[in-house]
């Protein structure tokens, strides 16, 4: 494919390269010949799903003594943006899933990882997070799910809204409000177990629906609705209540990556797209990539795809080594999210009406591209995060 020079990463080990050149393989093979198809008819791809597991993509960040390939946050970022480059609904599949893991991994009971993380690791048990409810969005302090103890469980009861991979997971990690007058140190994290599906899928426990969305098909997005659902007091992640604000945005930093990551995958597939599509269409007798104001136009989708890229690498590699990486992967999704949008449209006036028709790929990506916008806290909050970073010193 034309721009190979893009979106390099220098100082990759042999195993990281062999794990990225097998998923770009997978990509072009199992992902990019079926992904408007089934984005068009909004449907869910279990067999690149089955594909992925028998890769271990489910395991990729999960310690290798549960099983799992025990790769880095940049392996598992640069293996989204490949996968977000075929089509950006198999990363979410993947993405709450592995955040949920990260949570596991990093703050659960011994006995929480023992149980999950092997069968996380091989596919078996899918995660999802939730965070967010119907009237709050971005404030996550304001939430109202209530977990009330009784005897050695909690009765959980409210709603809770975005949930990807809703329907299709088996596990839920879920922000509850155990203290009603605790602000942030009032939040708890339950691991909620529940059959895949819709309906009632627990006792007490209402998976309604697929939301149906402009974009970011395939994927099923929900609501989840508690009414008296009863949790043993065992499955609060890390076994102690009132740390659940913490864990939630520890995972949410990680996400922030990895929506970064979505964002350059996305971008890159764009100025692909619009790379070829300029150099077979012809206007004026010559091809319209030489004319000067679509090769300014490539010019400059070029140079915001490797921008984002190389801060989305940053972050990552940040945030493997330790440090607290809020502010740069605060910075990498938003610049690698607004950059997303636009290189996703200047490819859209490249292909000209065109773009307009289904049946070319930059139709579905010009729907997609605006979720990045909004998804793991929008621009504006992520904004505020830098500011507040920027002015601490």
């Not at 967010?132 to 304001?142: I, K, L, M, Q």
């Not at 206007?283 to 104001?293: L, M, N």
């Not at 136009?297 to 607290?324: I, Y």
Request: charge should be negative.
């Amino acid at each position: 494919m034309s721009g190979g020079r893009l979106q390099q990463t220098y100082g990759l080990s042999d195993e990281q390269r062999e794990i990225l050149a097998t998923v770009r393989a997978f990509v072009d093979k199992e992902i990019l010949p079926v992904a408007t198809e089934l984005e068009h008819a909004d449907a869910y791809p279990q067999r690149i799903v089955d594909g992925m597991a028998e890769l271990g993509l489910f395991g990729l960040m999960i310690g290798e003594e549960h099983g799992g390939l025990g790769e880095s946050l940049l392996t598992y970022a640069l293996v989204v943006e490949e996968l977000s480059r075929g089509w950006m609904s198999v990363s979410g599949i993947v993405n709450t899933h592995f955040i949920v893991a990260w949570m596991i991994t990093q703050h659960g009971t011994p006995e929480q990882k023992a149980h999950y993380l092997p069968k996380m690791a091989a596919g078996e048990i899918r995660g999802a997070f939730s965070m967010s409810e119907p009237h709050c969005g971005s404030d996550v302090s304001a939430i109202r799910t209530r977990a009330v103890p009784e005897g050695d469980s909690y009765v959980i009861t409210g709603q809770k809204m975005w949930l990807t991979n809703g329907g299709t997971s088996h596990l839920v990690a879920t922000l509850v409000r155990t203290d009603p007058d605790g602000g942030h140190k009032g939040m708890t994290t339950f691991l909620v177990d529940k059959t895949p599906g819709f309906g009632e899928v627990a006792p007490g426990l209402t998976i309604p629906g697929k939301i149906e969305k402009m974009g970011y098909k395939g994927v099923d997005t929900t609501e989840m609705v508690f009414d008296g659902h009863r949790v043993p007091a065992g499955q609060i992640l890390g076994g102690t209540p009132g740390r659940g604000f913490y864990h939630m945005m520890d995972g949410v930093e990680v996400g922030r990556v990895n929506v970064a990551a979505r964002g350059c995958g996305v971008a890159r597939r764009a100025y692909e797209l619009a790379l070829d599509y300029s150099r077979q269409r012809e206007t004026f007798g010559k091809p319209i990539s030489e004319h000067q104001a679509v090769m300014f136009r490539l010019a400059e989708m070029a140079t915001k795809v490797e921008a984002a890229h190389q801060m989305m690498v940053m972050a990552a590699r940040r945030k493997d080594s330790g440090e607290r990486n809020d502010l740069e992967a605060g910075m990498a999704k938003y610049l690698a999210s607004e950059y997303c949008k636009e290189v996703v449209e200047d490819s859209f006036r490249i292909h000209g009406g065109y773009a307009y028709s289904k049946e070319y790929e930059i139709e579905r990506l010009y729907r997609e591209a605006p979720m990045l916008l909004i998804g793991e806290g929008t621009a504006d909050i992520q904004k505020m995060i830098i500011g507040r970073r920027l002015l601490e010193g």
